[in-house]
């Protein structure tokens, strides 16, 4: 059995591991970002009813203005047709009154619509605040939850890469080179077993003369087609069981 092989088949053990925790950890950040993303939604549409509320408010505020001044505006006609003295200056002045008067009638319409449209805005916006607050509370939960999974899958991605560490160490510097490029290169996936005769990992052929000096298990071999370090599952020295490994 060759040592150094042992540690690359120990070595992309550990490298699948930490692939498999990283991607719960990133589906984990992912499945965080939609739920926040879901939020904001929500969030956006209450805004946007509350600010048509807060404007329709504003609108009621400004006509109420508008018709205390046009009340005061035909309090001072009232008075001024006590004063008048001739019947020409009475029937303009009648006139006035009466425009003043359209205009508090239209005025007080437009204040009532107004007031409906408040109290219905209202109603939404309560059922709309009450929706959010649910949410948010369902949404810090789900985060906190999503949190400590993460917590948890960063607690043994640290406690593999400390086995990582030790076996990158017992690899000869230039096959862990050799072996790293590999990784990068190839999705992650350095080393691969052959059996009956084709490599478990690119599915080709290997010659013949190749796969029974494999079995000799005398060298270093590479896949001719994929270049991964293989090795022959049929030596029972490769078939470890890292339990250290599985059970992070
Ligand atoms: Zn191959």
Same mark, same amino acid.
């Given at each position: 059995?060759? !040592?150094?092989?042992? $540690? ?18 990133e589906e984990g950040l992912r499945r965080?970002?939609? #739920?926040? /993303? ?15 509320? !807060?404007? +329709? ?17 035909? &309090? ?5 047709? *006590?004063d008048v003295k001739t019947n020409k200056?009475?029937? +303009?002045?009648? /006139? ?14 437009? +204040? #009532?619509? #107004? ?6 805005? &209202? ?6 605040? /009450? ?42 510097? !230039?096959?862990?080179? /050799? ?7 190839? +999705? *992650? ?12 990992? $690119? ?14 298990d005398e060298d270093l071999m590479q $896949?001719?087609? $994929? ?6 599952? *049929?030596?029972? *020295? ?11």
């Amino acid at each position: 059995m060759l !040592d150094q092989l042992k $540690c690359l088949i120990e070595y992309q053990k550990i490298e699948d591991k930490r692939n498999q925790l990283m991607r719960s950890n990133e589906e984990g950040l992912r499945r965080t970002a939609e #739920l926040e /993303k879901e939020f904001e939604y929500f969030e956006e549409q209450f805004l946007s009813k509350k600010e048509e509320s !807060d404007s +329709a408010q504003e609108a009621h505020r400004t006509i109420e203005r508008e018709l205390e001044e046009l009340r005061a505006r035909l &309090g001072r006609q009232k008075t001024r047709l *006590g004063d008048v003295k001739t019947n020409k200056e009475y029937q +303009a002045s009648l /006139k006035e009154i009466e425009e003043t008067k359209k205009e508090v009638s239209k005025n007080e319409d437009s +204040a #009532l619509e #107004l007031l409906d449209k408040i109290e219905l805005l &209202g109603k939404e916006l309560a059922e709309l605040e /009450k929706d959010l607050a649910e949410k948010r509370s369902v949404l810090e939960e789900q985060k906190s939850v999503l949190q400590q999974e993460s917590g948890a899958l960063q607690t043994r991605l640290d406690r593999l890469e400390n086995i990582r560490q030790q076996v990158r160490e017992r690899v000869n510097p !230039d096959l862990l080179k /050799k072996t790293d490029f590999l990784f990068t290169k190839q +999705a *992650g996936i350095a080393v691969s077993s052959v059996e009956n005769g084709v490599c478990n990992v $690119c599915h080709m052929n290997i010659p013949p003369q190749k796969f029974i000096e494999l079995q000799r298990d005398e060298d270093l071999m590479q $896949c001719p087609h $994929c270049h991964r370090f293989l090795y022959w599952p *049929g030596h029972e *020295g490769y078939c470890i069981n890292v339990e250290d490994i599985d059970s992070i």
